[in-house]
């Protein structure tokens, strides 16, 4: 076994914890010696001043941390992304409830938890993610794993399973901006149900700061009074951490913000006659939010394969020029946008798998995007093409209701924007003369007007004009909009659309 020297010994006593403690989860000095090949390893070495923490995974070291002297820290190149003391997430008391995985930051927080008598505790492996001076950590964007190429989030994922077991958290990260982030960040994967946060005293930032100031009697008090952040019931004010009210993004056209603006947490339901282009306006409407706010969006699309038709209507989208027009190098450009900002959600995209697309598969596969991918946005298009298993005893009107209950449980969640596009009944168009559907027009429920947080009917009242009316039916809050209409310019050559705000601007410039 590899065993601490004096340098790592005294280390541990300096952060006023047991070396034995650390040295019976694994960790070990080394110092570094150069290979046959020319690459320097770190060697255990007792006379090492290098401290070395393992990741151990399934009882086998998948990966190491290294620390030297002067707060110098890095990783074993290739391994694992996991959590520092992952197997501790197997306790069965992890998933009975009646212990709690604490999270922290870095090893040493977590060796001062475990120290204190909390063996369920981990470590992040690669630390916060930074916040620049000047900036908000709580209203910064979510990060997106797939622009970390270290997959910052990356150990959340691999330990999917895990987490899903788990009944609770508690969040003891470091009390700056970047610990704040960190946190958020967290509880969006985790979800607000599960997890409780910690207040240190006054003059303290993490779990070892308090030991090494206020004793471990104090770590014991911090981690026990860990506060759950409130998901039911009845709560006094001070039991609320402080959250803004929540922040607001542009669909893309300006003249449309008076009515709609949309928020992470919202059920979207759209509508319209087929072949007025709600699908066509809905991804055009994913396109800007990718452009103007970075966002990742999952679409689950059952009516039109992914490729090649709503690859082709993305491309058109994300290039914003015809197909007519296109190059290699505008065809290029727009599958990175795509390849960037898409995730697609399909049994199979070789079509050789044919599984049942339930909307519980669905939203299963829509929470490993949300680890995997850091997605914000979620599109089912159409609905009635989801495989609907639905009980004998339940009606349609109730399976509905429960549905779209689902739904907004998994925004509100996950953080995420849910869209969903809906046709209208049949009786729409009866007699052969279609008239403007209304959200109490799609099949099944009225829950379609009173469940979403916006409704919106896209309809194009005159086919020989290039125009399309967005019709914002419901805005549940005040500050997310309001009832009315808005004419958009269809380009049909794009498939795209375009505001009065956005011609004159383009005609402005050509003056100029």
């Known amino acids: 076994m590899n065993q601490l020297g004096p340098s790592g010994i005294q280390a541990f006593r300096n952060r006023m914890i047991d070396p034995a403690i650390a040295e019976h989860l694994g960790v070990y000095t080394g110092s570094a010696q150069q290979q046959p090949d020319g690459a320097t390893a770190i060697l255990p070495a007792m006379n090492g001043n290098v401290i070395v923490f393992p990741f151990i995974d399934g009882g086998k070291a998948v990966g190491e941390k290294y620390r030297a002297p002067g707060k110098k820290f890095w990783q074993r190149v290739g391994g694992r992304k996991t959590f520092w003391n992952a197997d501790c997430m197997d306790d069965p008391a992890l998933e009975a409830g009646t212990k709690a995985l604490i999270i922290t930051e870095g090893e040493i927080d977590a060796l001062t938890a475990i120290d204190c008598g909390f063996h369920t505790t981990v470590s992040v492996p690669d630390g916060a993610l930074p916040v620049r001076e000047g900036e908000d950590p709580e209203n910064l964007d979510d990060s997106n794993p797939d622009d970390d190429a270290s997959g910052k989030f990356q150990f ?4 999917r399973d895990r987490l899903k077991r788990i009944q609770r958290f508690i969040l003891a990260v470091d009390n700056d ?8 960040e967290l509880l969006r994967r985790l979800g607000a149900a599960r997890c409780s946060f910690v207040a240190y005293p006054d003059g303290c930032k993490d779990l070892n700061d308090v030991r090494m100031k206020c004793g471990p009697d104090e770590v ?3 981690l026990m009074d860990a506060k759950a952040y409130p998901v039911k019931g009845v709560y006094q004010l001070s039991d609320y951490p402080e959250v803004d009210e929540p922040r607001t993004y542009s ?3 300006p003249e449309l913000d008076e009515y709609l603006r949309l928020w992470l947490g919202e059920l979207l339901v759209v509508t319209g006659i087929p072949g007025h282009g709600k699908s066509t306006w809905t991804m055009n409407m994913c396109v800007n939010l990718a452009r103007n706010h970075g966002f990742t969006i999952a679409v689950a699309s059952f009516e039109i394969p992914t490729v090649p038709a709503l690859r082709f209507k993305l491309r058109l989208a994300a290039s914003g020029v015809s197909a007519a027009n296109w190059n290699r190098e505008t065809v290029s450009q727009a599958d990175r946008f795509i390849q960037d900002h898409f995730v697609f959600i399909d049994a199979d995209p070789t079509g050789e798998m044919d599984e049942d697309m339930t909307l519980e598969w669905l939203l299963e596969r829509a929470s490993d995007a949300v680890i995997r991918h850091g997605i914000k946005v979620l599109v ?14 339940e009606s349609e009107t109730q399976y509905v209701n429960r549905a779209l209950r689902q739904i907004r449980r ?4 996950h953080h995420v924007l849910a869209i969903v596009v809906a046709h209208p009944t049949k009786d729409v168009g009866k007699g ?3 008239r403007t559907p209304t959200l109490y027009d799609i099949e099944g429920s009225a829950a379609w007007y009173n469940k979403p947080d916006h409704g919106v009917v896209i309809d194009v009242p005159d086919p020989s004009l290039n125009e399309t009316v967005v019709l914002v039916k419901k805005a549940r809050f005040s500050w997310s909009g309001k009832k ?9 050559e794009i498939e795209g659309y375009q505001s009065q705000r956005s011609r004159d601007a383009v005609r402005g410039a050509r003056v100029m």
């Open 177 to 184: 901006p970047p610990g704040q982030r960190l946190r958020a």
């Open 380 to 393: 089912i298009d159409p609905w009635n093409e989801v495989e609907h298993s639905r009980p004998k005893n």
């Open 432 to 434: 052969g003369e279609a």
């Open 484 to 492: 009315g209409e808005m004419a958009l310019e269809y380009l049909p």
């Open 410 to 413: 998994f925004a509100l969640r």
């Open 251 to 253: 669909t893309g056209w």
């Open 156 to 159: 959340c994922f691999n330990n």
């Open 220 to 222: 014991v008090r911090v």
